[in-house]
């Protein structure tokens, strides 16, 4: 388990959990986008990878890359296994004893109790505290298992927090979003919305009627658009960029579960393209 360091604070708001439809879909990189968005407010940000897979002892992981890209000091890492499959397979392929909840939980616990200075020096920062804000970035999707019987869903239920989904942009991203988000409900979990974690430059028909169609079939608001490429932009310039991939509104959105600011009208805050065929 590595942990930056950090003194005592007082109890700390819900974090908030990141999970995905599937594997590769950009989860990291809008970690670390959310992240930069946070410091860019004020917030003192943490950064929490329960378990990794894939990573050799030594070797940075998605929760370092999240914070080399934000620039977040608050990082937590607690288990991480030799090959890259679902953890709860990595365990039993390595002969190592599955995870259990409370290895994960008490850790997550114990961290959202300190504070790192990962506020950044910034007018925004500069005057009275402004709060927190700790992203728990899960693996693979949301009913991947961290353990027997262990899903993301487990953390979230245990920490009282609410969940953004990381979504493809194109052809198919709407039955796996819909599917995942109506998981997290029926666990008695709020989603809080959808990140889109790569979307492209040019974006086709199906990309564009996804962007309309995902909040009207889900009952979320889509909070962002991560760029394709975004993760190999320096970091000084991610930190400029990240906040407008996302809605003006979405730290307020995060803290409050008000979703109603995001239909209507007010559904063009991110500037979508128009979802209709070339004539």
Aim: overall charge negative; proline content about 9%.
């Amino acid at each position: 388990m590595t942990a930056s360091s950090g003194s005592a604070s007082p109890p700390a708001p819900a974090p908030i959990v990141i999970t995905g439809t599937g594997t590769d879909v950009g989860k990291t990189i809008a970690t670390a986008a959310l992240a930069a968005h946070g410091l860019s407010a004020g917030l003192d940000v943490g950064i929490c990878k329960p378990i990794q897979t894939g990573l050799a002892p030594g070797e940075p992981g998605d929760a370092h890359e999240a914070a080399r890209l934000s620039r977040v000091q608050r990082m937590l890492e607690i288990r991480r296994l030799p090959d890259p499959l679902a953890p709860e397979t990595a365990a039993r392929v390595a002969g190592l004893p599955q995870s259990t909840l409370p290895e994960l939980i008490d850790p997550i616990r114990a961290w959202l109790r300190t504070s790192g200075g990962s506020a950044p020096d910034t007018a925004a920062a500069s005057g009275p505290a402004r709060g927190r804000l700790d992203l728990v970035e899960g693996a693979g999707g949301v009913l991947v298992r961290l353990g027997t019987g262990l899903t993301v869903l487990d953390l979230a239920r245990s920490l009282d927090a609410p969940v953004i989904v990381v979504a493809r942009a194109g052809l198919g991203t709407l039955s796996d979003t819909e599917l995942t988000v109506r998981a997290i409900e029926a666990a008695g979990l709020r989603c809080a919305g959808i990140v889109i974690g790569s979307w492209p430059a040019d974006p086709d028909l199906a990309e564009r009627c996804n962007l309309e169609d995902l909040p009207r079939l889900t009952g979320v608001p889509v909070l962002g658009r991560v760029p394709a490429g975004a993760g190999a932009v320096e970091r000084d310039e991610f930190g400029r960029r990240a906040p407008g991939w996302f809605v003006p509104d979405l730290l307020d959105v995060l803290r409050s579960g008000d979703r109603r600011a995001h239909y209507g009208e007010k559904s063009t805050v991110l500037g979508s393209p128009a979802c209709q065929a070339a004539g």
